[in-house]
């Protein structure tokens, strides 16, 4: 990669460090394991060795890119949220409605909001980290999601219709 890619890379990485406290560690996706799974996971080079445990956040520089559903000694499968049996509790970061966002017929949603919550187009989502003293979100507060794209509502729902981009392919 060329040293702008990689420095500019290396600004998102560390001020995602910075913001969340999480841990980073850079991964190469192992083509060969990656073609035995579905499209919306990837199998990456590092395992127990390295750190990495079962339902730990996956991270790209632009955002949330998934969590680790399988792990070994040297290699982990991460299954993206773009995956059917993702899902993440996240809030509009402006506005603080909160939601789950998940695939939705044929991009992402964000569901469950209600309709008295406030959600505007250009809004971005984040992880919405909570913690109550039996359970915790598997995602730390505020890695970014996505940027919503479109919000609806009818009389007969009771909850509005909103879709999203991720930031992360």
Not at 35 to 47: E, H, N, P, S, T
Not at 70 to 75: A, E, H, I, P
Not at 112 to 139: C, H, M, N, Q
């Amino acid at each position: 990669l060329a040293p702008i890619v990689i420095e500019a890379l290396f600004d998102a990485l560390i001020k995602i460090r910075d913001e969340t406290q999480l841990t980073i560690i850079l991964i190469e996706q192992k083509a060969e394991l990656a073609l035995a799974f579905a499209k919306d996971c990837i199998v990456i080079d590092r395992g127990k060795t390295s750190g990495i445990r079962k339902y730990d956040p996956v991270v790209g520089p632009d955002g949330l890119a998934g969590s680790v559903s399988r792990v070994s000694r040297d290699v982990a499968q991460v299954t993206l949220l773009s995956d059917d049996t993702s899902a993440v509790s996240a809030i509009d970061a402006e506005t603080r409605a909160p939601g789950i966002v998940k695939k939705g017929g044929s991009g992402m949603s964000f569901d469950r909001v209600t309709k008295d919550r406030l959600v505007r187009r250009g809004d971005t989502l984040v992880t919405a980290g909570w913690k109550t003293p039996e359970l915790s979100s598997i995602y730390p507060r505020g890695i970014p999601i996505g940027v919503v794209t479109f919000v609806g509502q009818n009389e007969v729902d009771i909850y509005k219709h909103v879709q999203l981009e991720p930031f992360t392919d």
